[in-house]
């Protein structure tokens, strides 16, 4: 079979992308798996399907590098909101559906694509570290010295301990630069590496470092990817409007035999 795909990246989180829309394709986990493979395949973090939708601009359908389908990714979808704009699905709002629910987004004048995540009212301390769910699983640790923390090592214990291995969790190790900026690194289940960015790892990772409790808050945040931006509104231990911007763009296109 002959596929034709698209490649895009947002911070460095890189993706496969199929118009799915009439071919109705479907693919198996080791057909996922080998797309996604770097040395063997396209090479990506995860590959999403841009199916037809009845109700709304279109549907999202992600699947991790392992060929599961998985929870929602937030720069995929920024990243297919990019997409779908460039093969013609122009609007001034796009408002499409995931696996998590409806989502809303736009570009800004800077070409960032600007996603609503869905709201958060729920953070659970664990043993001086955070869990929380923006779509995603993901665990939260502060640490210091990010740049030489050992990322992959840390982040592969917590995902495979007794607590978490069977569903998994989506680690993320933060450091503030200051009250308006933090720094993030992710190790990704699923990929089970570090990646360069992770849109609902940012999300998770803003949260806990918000410094308005009773009102509206903007995070910059530093990846090895690139630089993002989540902004929210937060009343206590709620969290609503959220939002994650950055930049999403195209690779590049081709085909191949699978």
């Not at 990322?151 to 569903?167: A, L, N, Q, T």
Request: with cysteine; aromatic share 12%; charged share 25%.
């Amino acid at each position: 079979m002959q596929l034709n795909f698209y490649k895009y990246q947002g911070t460095g989180n890189d993706f496969i992308i199929l118009d799915n829309r009439t071919t109705k394709l479907t693919l198996t986990t080791e057909q996922i798996n080998f797309l996604c493979n770097r040395r063997f395949g396209i090479g990506a973090d995860g590959l999403m399907l841009l199916n037809q939708s009845n109700t709304y601009d279109f549907e999202m359908k992600y699947y991790n590098a392992d060929g599961n389908e998985s929870t929602m990714c937030g720069n995929g979808g920024r990243c297919l909101v990019k997409f779908a704009n460039d093969i013609g699905l122009k609007k001034e709002k796009y408002h499409f559906i995931a696996i998590d629910g409806p989502h809303e987004a736009h570009f800004e004048k800077n070409g960032w694509v600007d996603l609503q995540m869905k709201n958060v009212d729920n953070i659970e301390h664990y043993y001086g570290d955070f869990l929380l769910n923006t779509g995603s699983p993901h665990y939260v640790k502060i640490v210091t010295d990010i740049d030489n923390y050992e990322v992959f090592k840390e982040g592969r214990s917590i995902r495979f301990s007794k607590d978490f291995e069977k569903e998994g969790v989506n680690v993320n190790f933060v450091e503030m630069v200051n009250e308006d900026s933090i720094t993030v690194r992710t190790y990704e289940r699923g990929v089970e590496n570090e990646t360069l960015s992770c849109g609902t790892g940012v999300t998770a990772a803003a949260l806990i470092f918000a410094h308005n409790d009773a009102g509206f808050n903007r995070i910059e945040v530093n990846t090895l990817g690139g630089k993002l931006a989540v902004e929210f509104d937060k009343l206590g231990e709620n969290f609503s409007n959220i939002w994650l911007c950055g930049p999403a763009a195209y690779v590049f296109k081709g085909e191949i035999e699978l």
